[in-house]
């Protein structure tokens, strides 16, 4: 039986904190905070707040549908999403399975995907679980703790700002990447979805649980920080326990959009305490393995998140410009990543590195000795 | 009220002239007859014969779906199809639209497509009408004539031979072009589709009538006038009431697949009357215009048919090769692609050549005096 638990009421200022504690999690990918912010503000304004509730509540029966924006970071920043299609999306999926939504969750942690799912909520009236699918951001869509979970990304539904939308099912959610790439390209380089059903009992087990919170405070944190003249950095710094890799001025970037997504290297150039060194961090749309002079010190899953050292507003990929200051984060992913089927999905590997995961751990390298 | 009229029974040994005759309309383009022929049988085997009946015979409130296979020829001939994905294609047409097809339809006549809807009607035990949406065949999917009497080419369902399908709606058929080539792309270069679902009454205005039929006569013209010693390539023209335009031998073939296409140009040599005389055919999948000794004499969408010169068989684009002897037959279109609206849709602007569309009249010339 449902018996929602509010966690709270998500109105038009919220979201400000939550782009940004979305932008922080989407280490370096996951779109401009500034578009979904403003779809997702734009909605709350006309249809309303929207109630974050606990996962817990729902029934085993009932129907969890997440909704996001896919899409590359370099195309989206010339192509406004109207945000409203996402309500389409969910419409269509629900007419192809032939019964109502009962629970929105978001599918990523990022500065686009932290929000759009707020714009359906508000839209729709329906409640926005506080959880994601996978705590942070990542470059395809099959990689998600939904996946590892077993729940197949299709039926799927992608729409289009002009009105076009695509039903998808699949064998596995490899192929349904593949496809909803392709239609997203076509689509103009970005999409709306609703995707990977599930049920309220499989919801419970497969989502990253307390990400939208997460982002609030992460949010909030900062704000607060540059209100009271204090330091942001360290302000985000230790509300995410991470620690600071790396302090130094962005010197080269690597970019290129390769089927949809944006690829690249950084080269980062150490400043005071790091005087001297180098980092080097790997992309694709998300900030994926860190060098710190040619030593291996990040690797995906866990989180690489550069803040901007003067106003600790983090700085995507897509954003890294030559010559800005910039302080690297690094801490550790959702625990359920860290397992071999999680790994499989999401570790160096996968995405081409000859690497294998090496477990990050704050302040583990301070304790054992000098680097 | 649906009152059929059927005009004949078409079982396995039948195909061998469909597929023959659909190659000869394919006009260079439509597919390796040989699969299509093959994955018909075999289907009419396992389920029984095909019921080919007039349009005229369904209410005017029927259903009616256009099924085929999408790709790209050079691709088709290294992937052999199942076939009877056609049949899930179809089914969950009908499972999205909430109603049961009453009458399947062919989508183009070419080597592949005047047979595949064979496959679903003796797998459903459909209906199947006389008629297609093409009278020959062409490169994009929006070139029909359902298209031009309003028909949307959505819903539609694509199916590949792993168990995905795509469902699309789109805002109009180019839209449908470009989401399906794509996805066809992806399924590994052919998909199967249920397409352009619409009433009877406007099956009876939008299709080209006679399609199979005509199919089904040429390829037994072409047969009988082998087993009798005759001339094949006299008994396919006249049966066309076509005129020879060229005799001469493949030079050079250039061929390119772009985007799922297959484009070139191919330059024929003469000999006999046309020694010392040059023929050029420029083709995407289908041969679209023919060029004699620099002068344009054939124009999409009327037909350029080529035949080889001992035996009668139709050549496709993929199949031309260095040295063999073909005869060039043209002959006019089906009516409605001569009308401003058939051209807008098919014409040789739409792809490209900076010609107006010129009607060829079989013996113009030759009334006309010396060429």
């Known amino acids: 039986m449902t018996d929602l638990k509010l966690i709270r009421t998500i109105d038009v200022p919220d979201l400000d904190d939550i782009a940004t504690g979305g932008a922080i999690l989407g280490t370096g990918g996951g779109g401009d905070p500034y578009i979904g912010k403003l779809m997702a503000q734009e909605a709350i304004r006309r249809h309303g707040a929207v109630s974050l509730v606990d996962v817990d509540g729902f029934a085993a029966d009932a129907l969890i549908a997440p909704v996001c924006m896919m899409g590359a970071p370099t195309v989206m920043t010339e192509k406004l999403p109207q945000g409203e299609e996402i309500v389409i999306a969910l419409r269509k999926l629900e007419k192809f399975m032939g019964r109502q939504v009962d629970g929105l969750l978001c599918g990523e942690a990022g500065g686009i995907n932290s929000t759009t799912p707020f714009v359906a909520a508000a839209a729709t009236g329906l409640p926005l679980i506080d959880g994601d699918g996978m705590g942070r951001a990542f470059p395809e869509l099959q990689m998600t703790t939904f996946g590892m979970h077993g729940v197949s990304a299709t039926p799927m539904v992608l729409g289009d700002d002009k009105g076009n939308s695509v039903v998808l099912e699949t064998i596995n959610n490899r192929w349904t990447e593949r496809l909803a790439r392709s239609a997203t390209v076509d689509m103009g380089g970005s999409a709306l979805l609703a995707f990977y059903p599930m049920t309220g009992a499989l919801a419970k087990k497969a989502i990253v649980r307390g990400t939208l919170t997460l982002c609030a405070d992460l949010g909030r944190t900062l704000r607060e920080a540059r209100v009271r003249h204090g330091d942001p950095v360290e302000a985000v710094r230790a509300a995410l326990k991470a620690e600071i890799i790396f302090n130094g001025r962005v010197r080269d970037v690597l970019r290129r959009t390769v089927g949809g997504f944006a690829r690249g290297e950084a080269e980062i150039e150490g400043l005071d305490e790091h005087r001297g060194h180098k980092l080097r961090i790997a992309f694709q749309n998300e900030f994926l393995i860190a060098e710190r002079d040619g030593k291996t010190v990040v690797t995906t899953p866990d989180m690489i998140t550069l803040l901007d050292a003067e106003t600790g507003a983090p700085v995507t990929a ?54």
């Open 318 to 371: 897509d954003g890294m410009r030559y010559g800005i200051r910039v302080v690297a984060l690094a801490y550790p992913c959702a625990e359920q990543w860290r397992t071999p089927k999680g790994l499989e999905l999401v570790g160096p590997r996968y995405f081409g590195y000859d690497l294998d995961f090496q477990p990050f751990t704050p302040g583990a390298a301070r304790q054992a000795g000098p680097a």
